[in-house]
Each structure stands twice: as structure tokens, then as C-alpha cells.
């Protein structure tokens, strides 16, 4: 854990992709991005115990260095390990093929060359209800909440109404989300910055 | 901007704070905290309407303010986040713009059969497109509008809610606003009642206002009558099981929710409903009232 809460915030947001709603997790990662940390400090574990999900240990740290209300995380269920996702990961929509990928363009297009930026990265995530999500991973050096904000409000406005963006430093210990995802997904282009995806 | 008004509870305030947010804050945000006051999780609802304002840094009257550091306390959150947002006595902010084409209303009348007999006080319903963005995260436009009017007696958190659900399960996406007769609207939702136009709740849409067995709204908006529902708020349970209503399919986009189309100049009497107006349910047997509500039904059943 860092002595930062929006560090440690963007943290457990990541960590918590794919196990919290994506409505509940772009939003709370849209008020970090805009300096609305104490709302989510509150709302974050108000949401974990509505929703029981469990966090480790570490994450518990990370809930505790966010500034959140000690009284509501003690109540947090503790898991040993975090689970395996709940979904599988393709590299294509099924009509990608057929008629591009428009926003992705969009994001390449805006994202090539930018400072501070490695590689950006699109997978599919297919849920068991039949559900098809786009997943957008970045590789940067810095802000990190920042840029998953600026990414989600792009994607929503161009229709995604719950984007899910995970914005990764090079040294992030991937989850099991974010090594199946990356393992498929497929370039859209590079920033700036060399950096190799973890 | 006028009051909106009126109710006395907590969730009633907290919907009448809601319709205030509307246009400023994203219609996400406004469906999900409608839909957490539906379910009686109001902390959670006021908490989602703060975290937006703070986090879009939308502005709010100081009377804005302190009702959400009102209802932050009463629903046992943290009123020193009202704190975080930012109050202004005016600021300036580009009106929204409405449209009803390309047909707002398509499917939608389809869309609430479903759910329409379990609907208190609901006395119309509009569909208009709004073509600009809401919030400081709106998502695309155009955006569609419903716009419902209840009675005195009817429940502005559960209808939007229930009236939300169905068009989602039928694939139409859409913010639900709930006003009550008689209460001032907001400039938002006079400028969206100015272009949207009425559903016909049997089922079908109407493409043009409705020129007979209508009444006139308060906004100038035409309003088709649509069937009583206070028996089904009766015993809601004995009706749908004497004749289920089919629940509405979802399709993969609005495109392919294709309802019948009407004429241009249709209207409640081209479905054979000319002499059909709101009817004293004290006056009505309970045998007619179910034939009534048969009746509707078929008709709603031909027509999909």
C-alpha cells in the first residue's frame, strides 16, 4: 500500500474489475478521476458489503488507505485469494470482422504517440448471460485515474455506457482478469513511452 | 428554474430533487439513483447524486444545497459532503434541445403492456429525443425522454422504476421522468413536453398528437387517455393470473423493435377507441372491468 489514497484507490478498483458491477465501477473510477475521493470513500465499501464481495488482505489495506470509514470496512467480507473471473476473453467481436471496429480507431487515433503511454490494448469480454463488453487496457507511467476517466468519458459519449478502461503501470501485479484479457487482446497502438506490457 | 414539487417522505423528496438534476447530471446516474430509491436504498441514492455533482463539479442553488445535506442526514449519510459541492446563486448553462424524430415513440407503448396494469396513477406518457449531451460523463445522443404523468395517487419512484425495467427488457433505452399532475415543471422538462408527443398505452404509438378522445396537458401537450388501472391496483395478482400478458421480448437493438406503425392520422379512434375516456371504476362491475381489461389486452396483442 502507498501513502496515497488515489494511488491506492486506482489500485483497488483495478483489482476489483470484473468482481464489482461494471455501473458501480466506472462511476466510482469517474469521481476519483475528478477529485471526488471522499464520496467514494464512502460509497466503495457501502457497495462491496451491499454486494458481498469479498477482498484480501492487501486490498483491504488499499480500502483502509482510501480514507474510508473503518466502521463500514471492518465489515467487508476477507477472501484468501481473488477469485478467477467469471467470464471469458476473445480478441474480436463477433461482427468486427464484417464492419470494423470504429471506436477503436477513435481510441488509436487519439492515443498514438502520447507521452507517458505504452501499448493500447483491446480485448472482448464474454459473460455467461451472453453479454458482450468491450475491454480497453493502457499501459502508463502516470496518472493513471486521470487518463481511465478521460478514456471512459470518450467511450461513453461514442455509446458505451459502461466502459471498462484499466489503465496499468508497468509494474501492476496483473489479476487473473487483467492476464486473460491481455493475454488475447489485440493492439490498437502505442504511446509514447517504451514500456512492455507486465 | 421553478420548483419542483411535491412530496413529503424521503423517497418523494428524493424524487423531486432527482427531476431537479435532470440535464445536469447524466442520465445513468439519474436511473440508477431512481431506481436505488425504488428499492428503498435511499443512503445509497443521495450518495450517488452527490458524488456526481462533486465529481462533474455541476452547481447547485444554495436551497439545492441544503436539501441534499437535508437528505444526506435523514438517510443516515454524511451531510459534510453537501460541503464538497459546488453552490452558485445563477450560472449559465445552454438549454437542452428536444426532437421527436425520428419517432421517439416507436415501441414503447409495446414496451409497457407488460407492465402497464400494474401502474398506479399513471395518466400519460410522452416520448421525445433529447440531441444534447447531459452531465460531466453524458453518454451518446440522441437520448430518448419518456415522460410520465401520474396522479395524486400514484407513485413517482416506483413507476419510473417499473416504467424504466420494462423498456430496458424490451432493448429501448431511455431516462425516465416522472412528474406529477398539477406540480410546476422545470425549464428541462417544459422544453422536453414542448416536442415530445403521447404514447398510446394499448399498445401502439401515436405518430401525430392525438386530436380526439385527448385532453389537453397543463404544458400544451396533448395527452391520450389511457385505461384505468385502479382495478389492477386492487388485486394486481388475481388479473395477471387470469390472463398473463405476454412479456415483451428483448431484442438486440431499438432497430429491431419494430412496432406496428400507425397511419399518420391515427389516433384512439383509429383503434377503436373513440368513446374511450378514463371510466369511474366505482361505476363499472367487477365482470366489466375484467371484459375492459380483456378487451385491451387483445387489442394489444393484435397490434404487436
Same mark, same amino acid.
Given at each position: 500500500m502507498r501513502d496515497n489514497a488515489e494511488l491506492n484507490a486506482h489500485?483497488?478498483?483495478?483489482?476489483?474489475?470484473?468482481?464489482?458491477?461494471?455501473?458501480?465501477?466506472?462511476?466510482?473510477?469517474?469521481?476519483?478521476?475528478?477529485?471526488?475521493?471522499p464520496v467514494l470513500g464512502r460509497a466503495l465499501p457501502r457497495a462491496l458489503l451491499h454486494d458481498r464481495i469479498g477482498l484480501t488482505a492487501d486490498e483491504h489495506s488499499l480500502l483502509r488507505g482510501i480514507g474510508a470509514d473503518p466502521a463500514l470496512t471492518s465489515s467487508v467480507l476477507g477472501i484468501g485469494a481473488v477469485p478467477e473471473p467469471a467470464f471469458t476473453f476473445v480478441a474480436e467481436a463477433a461482427d468486427q470482422a464484417a464492419s470494423g471496429d470504429p471506436i477503436g480507431v477513435v481510441l488509436g487515433a487519439t492515443l498514438r504517440g502520447r507521452e507517458g503511454l505504452g501499448e493500447v490494448r483491446c480485448a472482448?469480454?464474454?459473460?455467461?448471460?451472453?453479454?458482450?463488453?468491450?475491454?480497453?487496457?493502457?499501459?502508463?507511467?502516470?496518472?493513471?485515474?486521470?487518463?481511465?476517466?478521460?478514456?471512459?468519458?470518450?467511450?461513453r459519449a461514442l455509446g458505451e455506457h459502461e466502459p471498462c478502461v484499466e489503465v496499468l503501470a508497468p509494474d501492476f501485479d496483473l489479476s487473473p482478469y487483467h492476464r486473460a484479457a491481455l493475454d488475447v487482446s489485440e493492439l490498437l497502438c502505442f504511446g509514447a513511452a517504451d514500456l512492455a506490457t507486465a | 428554474m421553478s420548483d419542483v414539487a411535491t412530496g413529503d417522505g424521503l423517497p418523494d423528496r428524493l424524487h423531486d430533487i432527482l427531476l431537479r438534476m435532470a440535464g445536469r447530471v447524466d442520465d445513468d446516474a439519474l436511473t440508477?439513483?431512481?431506481? #436505488?430509491?425504488?428499492? +428503498?436504498?435511499?443512503d445509497r441514492a443521495v450518495e450517488l447524486l452527490v458524488g456526481c455533482l462533486i465529481a462533474g463539479g455541476v452547481p447547485v442553488t444554495p436551497a439545492e444545497n441544503g436539501q441534499l445535506r437535508s437528505l444526506l442526514d435523514q438517510s443516515r449519510s454524511d451531510p459534510s459532503l453537501a460541503d464538497r459541492l459546488k453552490v452558485r446563486d445563477t450560472w449559465y448553462a445552454p438549454p437542452h434541445r428536444f426532437s421527436y424524430e425520428p419517432d421517439a415513440g416507436e415501441g414503447i407503448g409495446a414496451a409497457l403492456a407488460?407492465?402497464?396494469?400494474f401502474l398506479i396513477g399513471v395518466q400519460s406518457v410522452h416520448a421525445v429525443w433529447r440531441v444534447t449531451p447531459a452531465g460531466a460523463t453524458p453518454g451518446a445522443v440522441?437520448?430518448?425522454?419518456?415522460?410520465?404523468?401520474?396522479?395524486?395517487?400514484?407513485?413517482?419512484?416506483?413507476?419510473?422504476y417499473r416504467i424504466g425495467q420494462a423498456l430496458e427488457t424490451a432493448g429501448i433505452r431511455a431516462v425516465v421522468e416522472? #412528474?406529477?399532475?398539477? +406540480?410546476?415543471?422545470?425549464d428541462y422538462h417544459r422544453l422536453a413536453a414542448s416536442d415530445a408527443k403521447p404514447i398510446n398505452l394499448s399498445g401502439q404509438h401515436a405518430a401525430a398528437p392525438a386530436t380526439s378522445g385527448?385532453?389537453?396537458?397543463?404544458?400544451?401537450?396533448?395527452?391520450?387517455?389511457?385505461?384505468?388501472?385502479a382495478h389492477a391496483q386492487a388485486k394486481p395478482e388475481a388479473a395477471a393470473k387470469a390472463a398473463p400478458v405476454e412479456p415483451v421480448q428483448p431484442v438486440a437493438t431499438e432497430k429491431a423493435a419494430q412496432p406496428p406503425v400507425l397511419e399518420p392520422s391515427a389516433d384512439p379512434s383509429a383503434l377503436g377507441l373513440v368513446d374511450y375516456k378514463p371510466i369511474a371504476e366505482d361505476k363499472l362491475s367487477d365482470v366489466e372491468r375484467d371484459l375492459l381489461r380483456q378487451l385491451h389486452e387483445e387489442l394489444a396483442q393484435r397490434e404487436q
Open positions: 489500485e483497488l478498483l483495478l483489482r476489483l474489475a470484473g468482481r464489482l458491477s461494471d455501473t458501480q465501477l466506472w462511476r466510482f473510477r469517474d469521481w476519483l478521476a475528478s477529485g471526488a475521493l472482448w469480454r464474454h459473460a455467461a448471460d451472453g453479454r458482450v463488453h468491450r475491454v480497453v487496457l493502457v499501459t502508463a507511467v502516470a496518472d493513471h485515474h486521470r487518463l481511465t476517466g478521460e478514456l471512459q468519458r470518450m467511450l | 440508477s439513483a431512481r431506481e #436505488l430509491v425504488a428499492i +428503498a436504498e435511499s407488460p407492465v402497464v396494469d440522441p437520448q430518448r425522454v419518456v415522460l410520465v404523468e401520474i396522479g395524486p395517487d400514484g407513485f413517482a419512484p416506483a413507476t419510473a416522472v #412528474l406529477k399532475t398539477g +406540480a410546476d415543471r422545470s385527448g385532453r389537453r396537458s397543463k404544458n400544451g401537450g396533448s395527452v391520450v387517455p389511457i385505461k384505468p388501472v
